[in-house]
């Protein structure tokens, strides 16, 4: 069996057509290659602010606490307005509305039942002239609000400075070339 086996592949050796097979070549050394870098800088102004302020009150009724700081909250928007920040670049970032659980002690042992209610809302202002962010932060520490953060420099939209940046670096790449 095995000699009916080797004499096949020999057959098989034999009869391939070994020249029309295109077996490609073997390198031992790299071909030659020029790898070239290009760079790019821009120096770029801050482009936006972000503000947040915010308010909280604390009532054993509901209703008082939330239009409590639903007032406080629409007298913030109203200043930030007046103050020339557009109603698109406001938004609320969070609300929060919920009562407390209060601890007591009846007969020797611990219960708990419903207290006050807490209530906050966080609005984000943008401001798109960051050299007037001190006066915003005036303005929002005057309004009432409790919390106040920020600003947060950074940029709105970088999509046309990168492009314009990988513009110049491939640029920079061809005449180093």
């Known amino acids: 069996m095995s000699v009916f086996i080797l004499g096949l592949l020999l057959a098989a050796f034999y009869f391939l057509p070994w020249k029309d097979i295109k077996w490609g070549k073997i390198e031992l050394t790299q071909t030659s290659t020029i790898v070239v870098t290009g ?93 007037r962010a001190s006066e915003l932060s005036r303005v929002l520490t005057q309004t009432g609000a409790t919390n106040v953060y920020g600003p947060n420099f950074s940029f709105d939209d970088t999509k046309a400075v990168e492009e314009s940046l990988i513009k110049d670096a491939i640029e920079n790449a061809r005449r180093k070339a």
């Open 39 to 131: 760079t790019a800088e821009s120096k770029e102004k801050t482009q936006i602010a972000t503000f947040t302020a915010g308010v909280s009150a604390v009532s054993d009724n509901k209703d008082e606490a939330v239009n409590s700081v639903n007032q406080k909250v629409e007298g913030i928007i109203n200043a930030v307005l007046k103050f020339g920040i557009e109603k698109a670049d406001i938004k609320t970032e969070n609300l929060n509305i919920y009562q407390q659980e209060e601890s007591y002690w009846e007969e020797g042992r611990q219960k708990t039942r419903p207290g006050q209610w807490r209530v906050s809302n966080n609005i984000s202002v943008i401001l798109r002239n960051v050299d």
